[in-house]
């Protein structure tokens, strides 16, 4: 990072929440298999099965509107940046000259395409944010997790990324036993996804200055080096 001096951004999508759970299975009672039995392969088979509930971003719509929550997030991300001493502009990711983000398991960007020219690194950033129930009894929470990816733009290897994550079992502020609960409180707890993303701000500008050797006790528990792999 000591050696990047141009940072181009791809353009933040637009703001998409989630919710999810861990669903169960109905107790089916197979032949020749007692009812503790069949509801101990119905449980484990429904702990296998995320639910999705692909209306909660239009309700989110409908009720509060369309968020800034990507693009106040990047205009953060982007300011820290340049506080740094980057000179940073945002391009549109879709552009024919420009590598091709592709997000690889737990939302992890990479690139691919040819080397760009126009800067000395490229950064991607996946954002996901939401709510999270792991299991039939488990309450819904926030989850919000933000990978961050710095690309040299010659190679398009990466040297530096950043994996920011809210999501906690108990949730004072933000935890409901059921869906109906996340719905009849909307704007509350869409306030706690944008709070616990904006957060991150302050996070991501620890580690960049740790990526240059300039040391930052909010950096200190992550290891850089085994996150390029």
């Known amino acids: 990072m000591k050696s990047i001096k141009t940072i181009i951004v791809e353009t933040p999508p637009k703001t998409q929440y989630f919710?999810?759970?861990?669903?169960?299975?109905?107790?089916?009672?197979?032949?020749?298999?007692?009812?503790?039995?069949?509801?101990?392969?119905?449980?484990?088979?429904?702990?296998?099965t995320p639910r999705d509930n692909?209306?909660?971003?239009?309700?989110?719509?409908?009720?509060?509107?369309?968020?800034?929550?990507?693009?106040?997030?990047?205009?953060?991300?982007?300011?820290?940046?340049?506080?740094q001493g980057y000179e940073v502009r945002e391009v549109d990711g879709s552009a024919p000259d420009m590598p091709k983000t592709i997000l690889q398991r737990g939302q992890i960007p990479k690139l691919e395409g040819a080397a760009y020219r126009g800067a000395d690194a490229?950064?991607?950033?996946?954002?996901?944010?939401g709510y999270y129930s792991a299991g039939v009894f488990e309450p819904y929470v926030r989850n919000v997790n933000v990978n961050i990816a710095i690309f040299k733009a010659d190679t398009l290897k990466p040297i530096f990324r950043d994996r920011l994550l809210h999501y906690a079992m108990?949730?004072?502020?933000?935890?409901?036993?059921?869906?109906?609960?996340?719905?009849?409180?909307?704007?509350?707890?869409?306030?706690?996804?944008?709070?616990?993303?904006?957060?991150f701000v302050p996070e991501f500008d620890?580690?960049?200055?740790?990526?240059?050797?300039?040391?930052?006790?909010?950096?200190?528990?992550?290891?850089?080096?085994s996150m390029l792999h």
């Open 206 to 225: 620890a580690d960049m200055q740790a990526s240059r050797g300039i040391p930052s006790p909010t950096a200190r528990t992550k290891d850089f080096g």
């Open 54 to 83: 692909p209306t909660f971003n239009d309700l989110v719509t409908a009720q509060i509107g369309e968020s800034d929550l990507n693009r106040r997030f990047f205009d953060q991300i982007e300011s820290a940046l340049r506080e």
């Open 122 to 129: 490229i950064m991607a950033v996946a954002v996901k944010t």
């Open 170 to 199: 108990h949730d004072n502020a933000y935890n409901y036993s059921r869906f109906s609960d996340v719905t009849s409180d909307l704007p509350h707890a869409i306030h706690g996804i944008d709070e616990a993303m904006m957060n």
């Open 19 to 48: 919710a999810e759970s861990v669903g169960a299975s109905p107790i089916i009672v197979l032949p020749g298999v007692g009812i503790a039995a069949a509801a101990a392969i119905s449980a484990t088979v429904g702990a296998l």
